[in-house]
Nanobody, 124 residues
Framework: VQLVESGGGSVQSGGSLRLSCAASGYTITNYCVAWFRQAPGKEREGVAAIDNDGSTRFTDSVKGRFTISQDNAKNTLYLQMNSLKPEDTAMYYC???????????????????WGQGTQVTVSS
């Protein structure tokens, strides 16, 4: 299983980026995908996920600014990030492959497979 993120980069505050996560060796399902981020010195944080019932979940700090989606034909997960802020600066990771759907969707223990990450840097 391989997950490859792309689309990261450096943008100014207020800008937008779209992250992609291309999967191979595994078919992404609708209810077991998520994006996480980790800033230096901080714990990995769940940013956005698609939950068991198909609904989306977002951490409070990105609600209204980020959207999560997927293209099943391309087996690819996306994270659209708008109105970026300096505090969004982090390494962003995609995750899939549920260990247990009993674990909440933004929790890292839910997922078996992780990408290597793509860096997002937002300057003020």
């Amino acid at each position: 299983v391989q997950l490859v993120e792309s689309g990261g980069g450096s943008v100014q505050s207020g800008g937008s980026l779209r992250l992609s996560c291309a999967a191979s060796g595994y078919t992404i399902t609708n209810y077991c995908v998520a994006w996480f981020r980790q800033a230096p010195g901080k714990e990995r944080e769940g940013v956005a996920a698609i939950d068991n019932d198909g609904s989306t979940r977002f951490t409070d700090s990105v609600k209204g600014r980020f959207t999560i989606s997927q293209d099943n034909a391309k087996n690819t997960l996306y994270l659209q990030m708008n109105s970026l802020k300096p505090e969004d600066t982090a390494m962003y990771y995609c995750a899939t492959g549920c260990r247990s759907t009993a674990v909440q969707a933004l929790g890292p223990l839910r997922y078996n497979y992780w990408g290597q990450g793509t860096q997002v840097t937002v300057s003020s």
